[in-house]
Each structure stands twice: as C-alpha cells, then as structure tokens.
C-alpha cells in the first residue's frame, strides 16, 4: 500500500532542466550565504535546495544539508524561513522512510506556522503530514490533517493548493473505501 501511495500522491516536477537548474541556481545562493554568514539566508537558501533535492528524489543528499543547518534554524523560531526550513526537513525525512523523525519535525513545523500566522506555510506541512500520515496507514489522521489544509488553502484563495489537496482527499476515499472493503472480504 504504501509504495504505490507514495509515488501517486508525491509531487514531481513539471519540467526536469528546470529544477536541475533550480537545484544549481540554489546550490550557489546558499555558499554565497553561508560565505557572507548570514544566517536567515543560509537558513532559507537550504530549505529552498533540500526542497529542491527532495522533489528530484535525493532525500539522502538533503538530510545531511539539513543536518548541517539544523542548529542556525532553531536560533531563528521567529523568521517564516525556518519554518520552511522544517517542513523541508520532515518532507525529507518521509521521503527517507524515516517517518517518526519525519512526524516530529512536521509537528514543529506546524507549531511555528501557527505561532507566527503564517498559513500558507500551515496548510503545506498539514498537506505533507497527511501525506506522511497515509504512509504509515493512519488515515483517518491523514484525512483530518489533509481537510484542515484544505480549509486554509480555501481562505487563502490558493485554487492551487486546493485542488492538490481535494485530489489528496479524493485518493484517500478510495484508499478507504479499498480497505474497508478488503477487511470485509476477508471475513
């Protein structure tokens, strides 16, 4: 279930020399950062490029950027970038199978959405736990978390974000309506 789930309800990118491009163009930004020392930078720089890498299925090559920078985003909990930082980081993590570290980090990620209003920021980690959430085969925690992104993205107007999640929440109707219907076929 939770391979052919993954890959359906991962994102890929529309256009791969755009995101090589995107992955370099961000690659050097963040040593102009981390050069310069400044901080919010190299933070929001290494979210960007672990995204990055993370959509072009190089989690093992983002964790360790992340890693790296981990302490520099804990030192900024009042900048929207390290919230983004932190999304990145468990959305790498899920991506790793390493999901318990990957809903921890989820977890601050929404706490420091909600502490500083920013919500599109909200509704994306909410998208992405569910996501992680039907990985794992919690789905009724998935579907809550899905919903209340969806509910957001709806505020906002982010006719994007909202039919990526209604497609999210549609997936997992029939995910349900399959499982309930393979546990009453079998007895």
Excluded at 151 to 163: E, F, K, N, P, V
Aim: glycine share 6%; hydrophobic share 45%; aromatic share 4%.
């Amino acid at each position: 279930m939770a391979n052919h789930l993954t890959e359906f309800m991962r994102y890929t990118a529309p256009d791969a020399h755009a995101l090589a491009q995107g992955i370099a163009r961000q690659r050097e930004q963040l040593a102009l950062a981390v050069q310069a020392g400044a901080a919010l930078a190299t933070v929001d720089h290494a979210a960007d490029l672990a995204a990055l890498l993370t959509t072009d299925r190089r989690e093992q090559e983002a964790l360790p950027l992340l890693r790296e920078h981990a302490d520099a985003a804990d030192a900024l909990p009042h900048e929207e970038a390290a919230g983004w930082f932190w999304n990145a980081y468990a959305t790498a993590l899920q991506c790793a199978g390493q999901r318990d570290e990957a809903d921890r980090c989820f977890a601050k990620t929404l706490r420091l959405a909600r502490a500083g209003g920013w919500q599109r920021l909200q509704a994306l980690a909410l998208h992405h736990w569910g996501r992680s959430l039907v990985e794992q085969g919690r789905l009724a925690d998935a579907r809550a978390r899905i919903a209340e992104a969806l509910d957001i993205r709806t505020q906002l107007g982010d006719a994007r974000g909202q039919a990526s999640s209604q497609k999210a929440l549609d997936t997992l109707a029939e995910l349900q309506a399959d499982v309930q219907h393979n546990e009453h076929g079998e007895r």
